[in-house]
């Protein structure tokens, strides 16, 4: 059946060069292979330090894979389609950690115990300030990371909330319904309660975007102090039951077919993950039920009991179970 002219015209067309191939603008490029965010890789073109076809490069310039890309000296290779899936790794991280790659202070960060990759660098999906806990995911795709990360897919964020003192019916309503931040109005998806001891009180809490310290400063704008933060889920991804704090372990394919899924990207052609049933262990971060209050309350519990000293290590899931290693500190 042929398209009408005017159909046809309306279609979205792919960008190609004059040679009729595909293109894609640079810093995106960059940023897809993992070697850092889409506003590094414009500022790394901005200060000359990307060369394409051994000419400097500039801000906005579109490539082909026939263009030779170096950055720092280094030359680039990439595709136009990506041929496999990203590599995603979840990692539960501790309180005294900095999830960044260049501390002046020269604190903890999670970085120093990830595996190595041969081309680019991990790139955290938001970020989880140096006093919360609990699940932080990494990838290797700049254009994964930021989707996962942007308000508009609105992936959930859950959280195990201590905050002094319980929240009377007007404050849960307020922040349900939303309260004036200094960047703007915010408000919880969802809030309950999950009990405590003495004056402490503990809440599950479940966000759709990933503001600066957003929980607490929600928390305190009704009056309450938030004494302990522990991130549970992040989209698909539930921290699983016993994973000590600072390990981690690789998704695997159906887990990051789903959150591209939820990211709104394609898989790659080859790499259709095989379909299995829909109960799964939560360490691959396949789909679960609403039931993930019990994930919160088991880090409640936990959080309860004072935390032995543990040496770094790394899990990988085998079979049904995760199986843990140790790496040289």
């Known amino acids: 059946m042929k398209r009408s002219r005017s159909a046809a015209a309306s279609a979205p067309r792919e960008p190609r060069s004059a040679a009729g191939l595909p293109s894609a603008k640079l810093h995106k490029v960059l940023a897809q292979l993992g070697l850092g965010s889409r506003a590094d890789m414009e ?29 720092d000296g280094q030359q680039v290779r990439w ?21 960044t790659l260049d501390d ?20 955290a999906v938001g970020r989880l300030d140096i006093n919360t806990e609990g699940l932080l995911l990494l990838t290797d795709s ?5 989707r996962l990360m942007h308000p508009r ?15 009377s019916s007007d404050e849960r309503e307020r922040l349900l319904s939303g309260v004036e931040l200094d960047d703007g109005p915010a408000r919880v998806q969802a809030l309950e309660e999950l009990g405590g001891t003495g004056a402490n009180r503990w809440y599950r809490v479940v966000l759709t975007e990933g503001r ?3 929980v607490r400063r929600l928390f305190e704008a009704v009056g309450h102090a938030v004494s302990r933060l522990i991130r549970v889920r992040y989209g698909t991804v539930t921290l699983p039951r016993g994973v000590r704090r600072g390990t981690w ?20 052609a080859d790499q259709q993950p095989r379909p299995r049933a829909a109960a799964t262990s939560p360490a691959t971060g396949s789909p679960r039920s609403r039931a993930s209050a019990s994930g919160v309350a088991a880090a409640v519990n936990k959080a309860s009991r004072p935390a032995a000293p543990q040496a770094p290590t790394s899990a990988r899931k085998s079979g049904s179970r995760l199986s843990a290693r140790r790496q040289n500190g």
């Open 212 to 214: 600066n310290r957003e």
């Open 142 to 146: 700049g254009e994964l990371a930021n």
């Open 249 to 268: 372990w690789e998704l695997e394919p159906q887990a990051v077919a789903d959150l591209m899924a939820q990211a709104g990207l394609p898989l790659p």
């Open 43 to 71: 500022a790394a073109i901005a200060a000359g330090r990307v060369k394409v076809n051994g000419q400097p490069a500039h801000v906005g310039q579109r490539v082909t894979v026939r263009d030779t890309i170096h950055l």
């Open 153 to 167: 897919f609105g992936l959930e964020r859950e959280y195990a909330v201590r905050v002094l003192g319980a929240l």
């Open 79 to 99: 595709r136009a389609q990506r041929s496999r899936l990203p590599r995603v790794l979840a990692y539960h991280k501790p309180v005294g950690e900095v999830v």
């Open 104 to 123: 002046p202070q020269n604190r903890p960060t999670p970085f120093a115990r990830l595996p190595a990759l041969r081309q680019g660098k991990w790139m």
